[in-house]
């Protein structure tokens, strides 16, 4: 009889080496290398073994820094069959986030790029916790281990992977910092099994599909559900800069039929696309996350694609994910239109697997979850969510940890998601902004999503950041705006007088007065599409001085 309590992530590779065995797994098409899927499971297998023998088994914390590669899918797979806890950290949070993340997570293990491990030594990242330092693509001269040296030394036998329990630590995930420290969102393999099982379901994911991901860890995902991962060439933390012919291109020439993007690599394409009359025979599905898809994006992007395909925006985060999910032909159809007149961003119904709650705004902990918490439809409150997809602690952050969940009574986790909205009248969420980014003002408080919208419809318009300047209860709302190109002073002052017009039918945007014209806004290096409203409130209240 078959214990459902044990689970371990790496399975669903092993099963899909079994089932179709010959089917590339990966492919990096600039380097004409790819892995099957039998031959990545056994590569994962010997560098388990290898793993083993040096002292890295069920439950080494390992900080993994190896860039999008053969190594890092073996690696990662590696680590899970070891059952072994991978730590994933963006790169490009910077040196000092770096060293405290690593600091937070205290890694036996370290596994990295000669990069890596120049600044380990350098910076040391992680001195009093790290005792094993494996190095990719480099020799010992850098302070470590050779993976090459560990693979040979390993056997080829079959490894058994560990058997784990649902809630046993699989990973750590970083949040990327962009509204506050990165914090490490403690993912168990139930976590990841039930985001693999949602993704199938929610979008009809199939086994031999082509999937062409731009994000790391949606690359990660691939392999477990079946999909040949496509990795094009790109720096995957400035996505908003990719070269849309590294997209195009492989896209056309291995056929894939699924692609995650950026709301900001999508933008790009899609104008290049436009521009250059290209187009995407295959796709079936595009998915796009990290903020808001404007309705202009989606619209350009759509045509690129076939009839029958579809753009779908799921909603979620690190802790979460995913949560909720709609598609582009109900926001082009539909709730684009209502998002430029003010009602905020439609992130579609919850998934099935996901409970959803309109709570109270409030910046204080909740001790324990009470079904009198939900507010009715309509009511604007913070979004929380449970379900088996849901992390349910940070690593070390008791005070993070107190101030994002609420024990329920049966022993559940319910996340609040920093988020706020409400839920309509048939069941649809409507996203309006960060909680942290509200502007609360003498009159009232002011959600970004829902006044950005009415802003962001101007032609000339690219996107707009509502901020407030002085103390929360008397703020000053001040409309940061990016202008699609560069303006002159005279055309900027027509500008802004079209955007006060705008404003002026709108309950919620007829009170706000200055608007100030930035060259490039500030967006964080997981996605390029969320905006640093942080930086710019600090860039407002400077200007206005």
């Keep these: 009889m078959t214990n459902t309590n044990i689970v371990n992530i790496s399975r669903p590779l092993t099963e899909m080496a079994r089932l179709q065995p010959d089917t590339p797994a990966i492919i990096f098409p600039q380097e004409k290398r790819s892995l099957t899927f039998r031959e990545l499971d056994q590569e994962s297998d010997r560098i388990a073994g290898g793993l083993g023998r040096i002292g890295i088994g069920r439950g080494t914390r390992v900080a993994l820094l190896v860039p999008p590669s053969p190594e890092l899918f073996a690696l990662t797979f590696a680590l899970f069959k070891a059952g072994s806890v991978p730590v994933f950290i963006d790169p490009g949070i910077g040196a000092r986030n770096m060293k405290g993340c690593l600091a937070e997570a205290q890694p036996d293990a370290f596994i990295g790029i000669p990069k890596a491990h120049v600044a380990r030594r350098l ?67 139930g976590t990841f ?11 009809d994911i199939r086994p031999g599909e082509v999937d062409l991901p731009t994000f790391p860890l949606f690359a990660l995902f691939a392999p477990a559900l079946g999909m040949t991962a496509l990795i094009p060439q790109m720096d995957f933390t400035r996505p908003g800069s990719v070269d849309p012919r590294k997209i195009l291109g492989p896209a056309a020439e291995y056929s894939a039929t699924s692609m995650f993007g950026s709301p900001a690599l999508l933008n790009r394409v899609g104008r290049f696309g436009e521009t250059h009359g290209s187009t995407f025979t295959h796709l079936k599905r595009v998915i796009s996350a990290g903020a808001p898809v404007p309705a202009a994006v989606l619209k350009r992007f759509a045509a690129l694609l076939p009839a029958d395909a579809e753009i779908f925006t799921p909603y979620g985060a690190t802790e979460a994910l995913p949560v909720s999910s709609i598609g582009s032909r109900e926001i082009l159809a539909e709730t684009g239109a209502m998002t ?29 979850w009470s079904d009198d918490l939900a507010l009715p439809p309509l009511a604007v409150g913070e979004i929380a969510v449970r379900g088996p997809q849901v992390s349910t602690a940070y690593l070390n952050r008791p005070e993070a940890t107190n101030l994002a969940k609420i ?107 200055t608007i100030l014209f930035h060259p490039a806004f500030p967006v964080d290096i997981r996605h390029n599409a969320k905006i640093f409203r942080e930086k710019l409130a600090v860039w407002s209240q400077k200007k206005l001085s």
């Design 193 to 203: 099994a039930a985001q693999v099982d949602a993704l199938r379901e929610l979008y």
């Design 123 to 189: 910076l040391g990242w992680g001195r009093s916790s790290i005792r094993i330092n494996i190095v990719v693509g480099g020799g010992s001269f850098w302070g470590g281990i050779p993976l090459e040296e560990l693979r040979r030394s390993a056997q080829t036998a079959p490894f058994a992977a560990a058997e784990t329990r649902r809630d046993d630590v699989a990973a750590i995930l970083f949040t990327s910092g962009s509204t506050g420290p990165p914090k490490g969102a403690i993912y168990s393999h």
């Design 340 to 368: 430029g007149e003010g009602h905020g961003v439609c992130i579609g119904r919850p998934v099935p697997s996901i409970s959803l709650a309109i709570i109270p705004i409030s910046d204080a902990p909740i001790s324990a």
């Design 407 to 513: 024990a329920d009574a049966d022993g559940g986790v319910w996340h609040r998601m920093g988020d706020v909205g409400y839920r309509d009248n048939s069941g649809r969420i409507w996203f309006c902004g960060r909680k942290a980014h509200r502007v609360v003002t003498a009159h009232g408080t002011l959600y970004t999503i829902p006044v950005e919208g009415i802003f962001n419809t101007h032609p000339k318009v690219f996107r707009t950041a509502l901020v407030g300047v002085g103390a929360s209860g008397s703020q000053q709302p001040v409309l940061c705006v990016e202008l699609e190109t560069k303006r002159g002073v005279q055309e900027q002052e027509q500008i802004r007088k079209e955007l006060l017009e705008l404003g002026s039918h709108h309950s919620h945007t007829k009170d706000i007065h």
